[in-house]
């Protein structure tokens, strides 16, 4: 497991095109935001004597965003990306492994702080609940049995 302190304001992730990256303002501080967290997360990565997880690693990402009262313009989603995209290369090869996620935003002192842990997925103690969960999503939606779709109000 490897868990990190990532200290400073996280821009939420913003789209942009390759002409807007370079000229708009608010895709110029994404970027800034990601160098910032880049910096932190290699020193952090040293600083542990950890390497690089193996790729195609199954992974659960989970992440802690810590803010001021009052900060709450973005969602929880967009900051999540932003750690994700800043990790990549440096954490691990690729954030498409990574197959879980648990996030959670709160109020919290007068400083911007996000933790972040990495954990190997295990599919093994997957609760059996969630599988069977999962199954009859596949079973009653996926294969279109219009009682199961009434039955959740999807028609």
Known sequence: MYTFVIHGKIKPAVRMTQR??????????????QDAIRVQ???QM??????M???????????????PSGWHRADCSNRLKAIEDAA?????KDDRWIDLYDTVGQFAGDDYLCVM????LDYVPLKKAYFEALM??????????????????AI
């Open 20 to 33: 807007s990256k370079w000229r708009d303002p608010q895709a110029l501080e994404y970027l800034a935001s």
């Open 41 to 43: 997360l290699r020193q």
């Open 46 to 51: 040293v600083k542990n004597d950890w390497e």
């Open 53 to 67: 997880l193996p790729e195609r690693t199954p992974l659960i990402l989970s992440a802690g965003f810590f803010f």
């Open 88 to 92: 990549n290369g440096i954490v691990w």
């Open 117 to 120: 842990t990495v954990n190997v």
């Open 136 to 153: 009859w999503v596949v079973d009653n939606i996926w294969h279109g049995k219009p009682e199961a779709l009434a039955a959740v109000g």
